[in-house]
């Protein structure tokens, strides 16, 4: 499976963004997926994770009340809507595939080159 990230950006502080993930290869719906992000100097964190159905959704603490997560199974891709930005939501996003729902980094199976958030104040 192969994941493509765009939609990232420079936006102003309180604006939003829309991520979206293209995955290519087979089996979609197999795979849980999620985004995480990875600010400068520090280590790549979880943000949003769905389940193979989209019914089962997480979100990262910090993110929470903001940031939506959705799949669509018939198109092969996840999106991240991100509301009410704020400067520390600065990072490089990065959408992933993986089997284990709640999700891990270690144990995310295939990734996306990763999109770059800028957000200013």
């Known amino acids: 499976v192969q994941l493509q990230a765009f939609g990232g950006g420079s936006v102003q502080a309180g604006g939003s963004l829309r991520l979206s993930c293209a995955v290519s290869?087979?089996?979609?719906?197999?795979?849980?997926m999620g985004w995480f992000r990875q600010a400068p100097g520090k280590e790549r964190v979880f943000v949003a994770g769905?389940?193979?159905?989209?019914?089962?959704?997480l979100y990262a603490e910090s993110v929470k009340g903001r940031f939506t997560i959705s799949r669509d199974n018939a198109k092969n891709t996840v999106d991240l809507q991100m509301n009410s930005l704020k400067v520390e939501d600065t990072a490089v996003y990065y959408c992933?595939?993986?089997?284990?729902?709640?999700?891990?980094?270690?144990?995310?199976?295939?990734w996306g080159q990763g999109t770059l958030v800028t957000v200013s104040s």
């Open positions: 769905t389940g193979r159905s989209g019914g089962s959704i």
């Open positions: 290869g087979r089996s979609f719906s197999n795979y849980v």
């Open positions: 992933a595939a993986g089997s284990n729902f709640p999700m891990v980094i270690a144990t995310m199976r295939a």
